[in-house]
């Protein structure tokens, strides 16, 4: 018998055997709300009609990109209790650009300190 998670469930994975997840690719994320309540819209005359905490869900959702730059969202929707993306995942970014670094005087505890930072 297959051990349980916290002696409640069965955790089967759901990874492809044999797939390298250390390479770029696309993934179909499936996000669900607590159990499956409808806390982010409803559905009327077939069109999704998103309520305040739907906008929020779309809003972060769709900083994705921008706080993670080795992921491109590309297609997305949000339904009434989940929420379906398709994500690529690039695993090494790319980037012509250099980051130029400052010395910053940092004090710490009535000593100063220099640090190194990203400008």
Partial sequence: ???KFKQKYTIKSA??????????????VTICAK?????????????MILNDIGKIV???????PIIRQNV?????????NHLHAILEIL????SSVETPRATVE???R???TTAMVAV
């Fill in 72 to 80: 491109i969202l590309d297609e997305q929707i949000i339904m009434p």
């Fill in 1 to 3: 018998m297959p051990d």
């Fill in 58 to 64: 779309q809003e972060e959702l769709s900083q994705t």
């Fill in 91 to 94: 695993c090494k970014i790319k």
């Fill in 15 to 28: 990874r492809l055997e044999g797939y390298d997840y250390s390479k770029n690719g696309m993934y179909f």
């Fill in 35 to 47: 159990d499956r309540e409808h806390y982010f819209g409803e559905v009327k005359n077939g069109k």
């Fill in 110 to 112: 009535g000593v100063s």
């Fill in 106 to 108: 940092t004090p710490r």
